[in-house]
């Protein structure tokens, strides 16, 4: 949805950039409370995919896509504009945090 919006702002306001970002999987407090409360009501297969993301360091800090999206608020160009974006494409390597 939010993609949508963003390529529609992109056209319907040009003097506004709009840019819609993937996080990927963020530890947050929704990711503790599918695996320990949601967790039966989904598939095992999916209880357990989650439960491994965490015990295999396969989540992101949050600070990790809130760079980029934090970055991008206040210096995101007009080429980004109206477009759909994973947090760590290339293409936005000049917001990612270097440290």
């Not at 949805?1 to 529609?8: C, I, S, V």
């Not at 996080?23 to 320990?36: A, F, H, K, L, S």
């Amino acid at each position: 949805m939010q993609n949508h919006l963003a390529l529609t702002l992109s056209v319907e306001e040009p003097d506004v950039t709009s840019v819609s970002i993937r996080p990927g999987v963020v530890d947050t407090e929704m990711q503790r409370e599918i695996r320990e409360v949601h967790n039966t009501a989904m598939s095992e297969k999916d209880a357990a995919k989650f439960q491994g993301l965490k015990k295999d360091g396969g989540l992101l800090t949050p600070e990790q896509p809130g760079h980029v999206i934090a970055q991008l608020a206040v210096g995101a160009g007009k080429e980004l504009s109206g477009k759909f974006l994973s947090w760590n494409e290339e293409s936005l390597a000049e917001f990612q945090d270097k440290s």
